[in-house]
């Protein structure tokens, strides 16, 4: 048997590991409960032994009373000598005397026996050594004298003393057995326990949650370790989750996090790259700080219906710089809810589309406006055209749809140069625009050729018919005004021909005809005029 070492004898005294402290609970509740047992069944023994020793010696006391009675009262000394003598056959004796009503010794017995050295043994301890008894000894009603007798209590301590010996051997039983139960517990209990502190103690060194503890019994520390590596598990997901979340945060968007009253937690770099504020500067705030005044109430209002009702919103906002200036974004809002369905946070990402804008700005004016005149070209016209028979179509009020060409266009360009005739088309297209509504349009389908789209006029034709010759008019004066291009000054003159139309009267391609018609008629006419278009043309 392998005995302890100092060292094991410490960490018993002072358990730190869950195997001592199990080791020392165990042995010290069974050990308690024996010396419990002991000490209660001592007590009884003791009380016992003691009222029967003293019962035994009162009844020899009284025998022998009886037989010194005749000796003492006739003063027989010797017969009085042996009858205490007798007394000696009982090992338990140790003296016994017999004095006279004057309380004079008459006859004194001192008897040690191997029962007496035995006790030796427990004379060190302190006990109480010997019984003793006095009996008075009477003839009738004379009291004749009194018959002391002490006995030993050797036997019954030496009893006691062989059931405490018995009781260490059991103690020393019970240290091996409770060792051996702790040694098969440690492996049941204290081992997997171990392994789980191993490697917790593993993870934190190394940082890393892919670790597992190996599964142990189909018990509760299994099912104890089934639990951590099913935490564990969650806990690397969602680790990895974080950290995949931490690179999304510090993305090219910008991003703040706020709680569920729109205070403002975090921000990432984008953001501040964006709006020119600092984290400290934000933090704290509520995004209202970041509103360009340009949208109302109701806009906000409908946002976050949208949010509350369906958890998110995504659309183009404009808002506004630290340095006050406003820019268009591409706003996302997302509502971060609990398990119980309670909106903890708001995440809001948003992207400066101010390039893209600008980018898109220009592919419509590349798709929808002449790029020397900046005027509306063919393709917008035609749209602008088709949208106004649709609603013509409903409230049958009249438009109007003039062909312009400048007359003698080819000249200037064959005299002066190209880049004067630009700058020709240029001005023109300038005063045509001042000629006419902000609801009109004015379009250059090409060369020296310009439209202009005159509607929501009266839906009385005739009142209409005036208004449009009138505009007309007007144009003839404006475009006959002169013109001064880069150094040269120069005239010119439009042909212009007009028609009406309303409801269905017409098709699309019917309208355009009849005024380009109207304005090959202005041509014949002698140019610089304006020809109203005819069924008879």
Request: aromatic fraction near 6%.
């Amino acid at each position: 048997m392998k005995f302890p070492s100092s060292c094991d004898l410490r960490s018993l005294i002072t358990p730190t590991s869950i195997r001592n402290k199990l080791f020392m609970m165990v042995v010290g509740l069974l050990v308690a409960a024996m010396l419990i047992v002991y000490v209660a069944n001592a007590s009884l023994t003791i009380g016992s032994e003691l009222k029967e020793a003293r019962g035994e010696l009162q009844l020899i006391a009284d025998m022998t009373s009886q037989n010194i009675e005749a000796s003492l009262l006739f003063h027989d000394k010797k017969g009085t000598q042996d009858v205490l003598q007798s007394l000696s056959a009982n090992p338990n004796i140790t003296a016994a005397e017999v004095t006279d009503q004057d309380n004079n010794v008459v006859v004194k017995l001192h008897h040690v026996d191997g029962a007496a050295k035995v006790g030796a043994i427990v004379q060190a301890l302190p006990l109480p050594q010997t019984l003793s008894v006095n009996h008075a000894i009477s003839a009738g009603n004379q009291i004749l004298g009194t018959l002391t007798i002490h006995a030993s209590l050797n036997e019954m301590w030496s009893a006691l003393l062989t059931q405490l010996a018995q009781l260490a051997a059991l103690i020393v039983a019970i240290l091996v057995l409770g060792a051996f139960l702790i040694k098969r517990a440690s492996r049941l209990i204290v081992e997997p326990i171990g392994r789980v502190a191993s490697i917790a103690n593993e993870i934190t060194q190394r940082g890393s949650y892919a670790l597992r503890v190996p599964s142990g019994a189909d018990d509760e520390v299994g099912e104890m370790v089934a639990a951590l590596n099913i935490m564990l598990s969650e806990i690397e997901q969602r680790d990895q989750e974080l950290l995949i979340s931490a690179v999304a945060f510090e993305s090219q968007e910008g991003m703040l996090v706020t709680d569920a009253n729109h205070v403002v937690l975090r921000v990432n770099r984008s953001f501040t790259q964006i709006t020119g504020y600092s984290a400290e500067e934000v933090v704290g705030q509520k995004p209202r700080i970041l509103q360009s005044g340009l949208h109302e109430a109701t806009f906000y209002e409908a946002m976050w219906e949208r949010i509350n009702n369906k958890g998110s919103w995504q659309g183009e906002v404009w808002s506004q710089r630290k340095n006050e200036e406003v820019y268009p974004e591409w706003l996302t809002i997302t509502a971060v809810k609990a398990k119980q369905g309670a909106v903890t946070h708001y995440v809001v990402t948003f992207v400066d589309i101010t390039e893209r804008k600008a980018n898109e700005e220009k592919i419509t004016q590349l798709a929808f406006y002449d790029s020397l005149t900046q005027l509306p070209n063919r393709r917008l016209f035609l749209e602008r055209l088709t949208q106004r028979l649709a609603v013509g179509s409903r409230n049958n009020r009249s438009g109007a749809l003039m062909f312009i060409d400048l007359d003698n266009f080819k000249l200037l360009n064959d005299t002066l140069g190209h880049h004067v005739g630009d700058l020709l088309l240029q001005q023109v297209g300038q005063r045509l625009v001042r000629s006419v509504r902000e609801v009109d349009t004015v379009a250059r389908l090409g060369g020296d050729e310009f439209v202009v789209l005159l509607d929501d006029l009266s839906d009385d034709s005739q009142a209409a018919m005036l208004h449009a010759v009138a505009v007309g008019e007007k144009i003839i004066y404006a475009l006959n005004q002169l013109y001064q291009l880069a150094e040269h000054e120069y005239r010119s003159t439009p042909s212009i021909g007009l028609t009406l139309f309303s409801g269905n009267q017409f098709t699309l391609d019917e309208i355009i005809k009849r005024a380009d018609t109207a304005m090959y008629q202005a041509k014949r006419a002698g140019r610089n005029n304006l020809q109203f278009f005819e069924d008879d043309i």
